[in-house]
């Protein structure tokens, strides 16, 4: 059997740096290596356009390892000397900690009584709410804290968005861009390298090009990991979707003519495809589409478990009191289930204790998408009204990540992953494309530079960057679905 195409040591204290994490214990994957390359490449060959690299790579990918590998690859070489990461969940923030001690770092949580020589320290993490909430104070200890030459790094990037005309709009990334002016470069990881508003947003190169008669600027990746590519590796799970489809009653039946169906996953009509959805994750809906779907994923969970016993599922309710009735009949199916929400103090131990095995299901509203690492999920049910393109993604790919236990076990390809979830128009074409990058186009602005004819690229950018082999995208064809819309007899 293959196993992941990285290995790190076994769990136990974390060794320092000094001692050594033997380089034999972690192989890098080939977009790691990449990452590496790029990254001293740009430091060999600064520019002012090239202080930023972004990197896209969905869950599972090993963004963290691969900007942690990045950095004590370039300390070895006395190219860096300090690191600080910026991220948005104090969940993310652990495991940030909890991976940088397997590899030997010592990566210390900033907080503002914090004194930097009271003991050794490799990185510094900061929260985006802390950097932003504490921007001055950050700002006037920085020069003070010996970091010497040192990478800025953001997680979820897309999350610092950057919007000239409201600063206050977008305080994070506002906070962000000046506590990491004096970085050597700032390396930005995300899963979805796309914003709803269509903001542009920190340590991301903007690229004008032509479209027709007109100029428009993209965020371009410097490294762009297609799932598909990885999922050839065995480093993730393929996804399998099970749309349910059905067909909405809209009206009062007691009055004749008064009552219209209308099909779930055929709607064309806007206001009517928003109006079945809401319809559809109804557990009481007449349609029973919710029902059947999760009955149907419930039975898939049992199929999986026969071959991998610790496997478990996750729901995704559209608010509280609609995340309590999905428990309540998952519970009186006899299955233990864990319901989280941010209003809950304890939603991090229960998450916790999810991941540990305790429970068969985890019923969440909006905590267990973005950042959440659960190998152990299989089955992801998809019932909320949210269907923007990076929360379907975020949700669905909690489900392509490989536990390491398993790796021996199964062979590459690995057993697929589940997701179910109501026929929605707009859900299945994100689930056709869920493994495909696309472009990002910033909000429309007035541009001052005009393109020569023939010339894409603004000239202001590091040309080099976009020639280097180090930074080419990776692109892989998206998996192919299944013949899913078949009505149920």
């Known amino acids: 059997m293959a196993m992941p195409s990285f290995q790190l040591q ?4 974390p060794k320092t740096e000094q001692k050594g994490v033997s380089d034999a214990m972690v192989r890098p994957r080939e977009w790691q290596s990449r990452l590496i390359q790029l990254l001293r490449a740009r430091l060999l060959r600064p ?17 963290t390892l691969g900007a942690l590998l990045s950095f004590r690859s370039l300390r070895r070489e006395q190219r860096l000397d300090r690191f600080v990461v910026f991220c948005h969940r104090s969940s993310i923030a652990e495991q940030w900690q909890q991976a940088a001690g397997r590899l030997g770092l010592t990566l210390q949580a900033w907080n503002p009584a914090w004194n930097a020589s009271e003991q050794p320290w490799d990185g510094l ?8 909430r504490n921007r001055q104070q950050v700002q006037q200890q920085l020069p003070d804290l010996g970091l010497g030459r040192w990478l800025a790094i953001a997680d979820e990037v897309h999350h610092l968005g950057l919007d000239p005309e409201e600063p206050e709009a977008a305080a994070w990334g506002h906070a962000f861009h000046a506590l990491t002016g004096t970085a050597q470069l700032r390396l930005g990881l995300t899963g979805t390298p796309f914003r709803a508003d269509n903001l542009a947003f920190c340590a991301a190169r903007r690229v004008t090009v032509r479209e027709g008669d007109e100029i428009v600027e993209r965020i371009a990746p410097d490294l762009s990991v297609e799932p598909r590519q990885l999922i050839a590796a065995g480093d993730v799970r393929p996804l399998e979707f099970r749309f349910q489809d059905g067909w909405v009653d809209h009206g009062r039946r007691h009055r004749p003519g008064d009552l219209e169906t209308s099909p779930l996953s055929a709607e064309e009509r806007e206001s009517w495809r928003a109006r079945n959805l809401r319809r559809a994750i109804q557990l009481g809906d007449d349609s029973s589409i919710a029902l059947q779907l999760l009955l149907k994923a419930r039975r898939r969970l049992a199929h999986v478990r026969t071959a991998h016993p610790e496997a478990g599922g996750l729901v995704v309710a559209r608010d509280i009191a609609h995340a309590r009735r999905i428990s309540g009949l998952l519970e009186e ?10 209003q809950d103090p304890t939603a991090p131990e ?11 299901w985890l019923v ?24 923007t393109r990076s929360r379907f993604v975020q949700a669905i790919t909690r489900a392509v990540r490989m536990d390491g236990s398993r790796a021996g076990i199964e062979a590459v390809p690995r057993d697929p992953s589940y997701v179910f979830a109501p026929a929605d128009p707009l859900l299945i074409r994100y689930a056709r494309s869920w493994s495909l990058s696309e472009p990002y186009l910033i909000r429309s602005r007035s541009l001052n530079t005009a393109l020569e004819p023939g010339q894409d690229s603004n000239p202001t950018l590091p040309m080099e960057a976009l020639d280097e082999r180090a930074g080419a995208v990776i692109r892989l064809r998206g998996p192919e679905l299944p013949q899913f819309l078949k009505r149920s007899a």
């Open 333 to 342: 199916q006899g299955d233990r289930v864990q319901l989280v929400h941010s």
């Open 125 to 132: 993490l900061l929260s985006y709410q802390s950097a932003g």
């Open 10 to 13: 076994p769990s136990g204290p």
């Open 364 to 387: 969440s509203i909006d905590m267990c998408a973005e950042g959440f690492d659960a190998p152990r999920v299989r089955v992801v049910a998809y019932l909320t009204t949210v269907v």
């Open 47 to 63: 520019t002012p356009a090239g202080h930023d690299v972004l990197v896209h790579a969905g869950p599972g990918a090993g963004k």
């Open 350 to 360: 229960r998450m916790a204790d999810f991941r540990e095995g305790t429970a068969d």
